[in-house]
């Protein structure tokens, strides 16, 4: 398998465009984390879905955040208007909810590098 | 408020030293947890986890303690080596909800 793959690698945009993010997770993977790092808060979750749907959007910062998962193989996450305190970069993660109580590590992209002009 | 701590932003090793970096987490429904490296420009990659139910935990030369009544965690390199020079991430998650809680990472710099 690939791992999980997050398109573009890097997006450099202005302030107040639109930006969409990418991410395939690894085949079989029934949960997918989006997350930002920065340097004061190190790896932050924005949200995270399991079987396609969304479980918890808590951690997305504000209204201008939106994430989907129309299915299996495919999010994105979409910054509408971009403002330069976005920049910063975005990995995705999928993890398999393992059975019984086991869980499994998250295995992560590569990440995409926003910088917000 | 952030549930999983790592206070030490940085950490510099002699070579064939030991590298111990540490972790603290608040929530004490946290069961599971574990240790990711990340070199530049890369994903975080899994490197080693523990259970709860589990105070040791050793792969090599990683090693990962595990104090639940302090809530703290460390994760031991020995010998340590230049090529594990990486920012290392403590993560934590609820078995329940399978939801990964990431520290700010610990920047550790092996020196030769």
């Known amino acids: 398998d690939a791992g999980v793959i997050q398109s573009p690698r890097h997006e450099v945009t202005e302030m107040g465009q639109e930006v969409t993010l990418r991410c395939k997770p690894i085949s079989g993977h029934n949960s997918l984390f989006w997350y930002r790092q920065t340097m004061m808060r190190g790896l932050e979750l924005l949200i995270y879905f399991n079987n396609n749907v969304p479980i918890d959007d808590s951690g997305m910062p504000e209204d201008r955040f939106s994430a989907k998962m129309p299915n299996a193989s495919f999010s994105t996450l979409k910054i509408q208007p971009s403002e330069p305190r976005d920049s910063a970069v975005y990995f995705c993660a999928s993890s398999s909810q393992g059975g019984g109580t086991v869980n499994t590590e998250a295995f992560f992209g590569q990440g995409t590098r926003l910088t917000v002009v | 408020d952030q549930q999983v701590k790592q206070n030490s932003p940085s950490l510099s090793v002699q070579e064939g030293r030991i590298s111990i970096l540490n972790c603290d987490y608040t929530?004490?429904?946290?069961?599971?947890f574990l240790w990711y490296k990340k070199y530049p420009a890369e994903g975080p990659t899994f490197l080693i986890s523990?259970?709860?139910?589990?105070d040791k935990n050793e792969d090599g030369r990683f090693t990962v303690f595990l104090n639940k009544s302090a809530k703290h965690l460390s994760l031991h390199i020995v010998p340590s080596q230049p090529g594990d020079s990486a920012v290392y991430f403590c993560a934590a998650s609820n078995q329940n909800f399978n939801k990964f809680y990431f520290g700010s990472g610990t920047k550790l710099n092996v020196k030769p």
């Open positions: 523990i259970s709860s139910i589990k």
């Open positions: 929530n004490s429904m946290f069961d599971y």
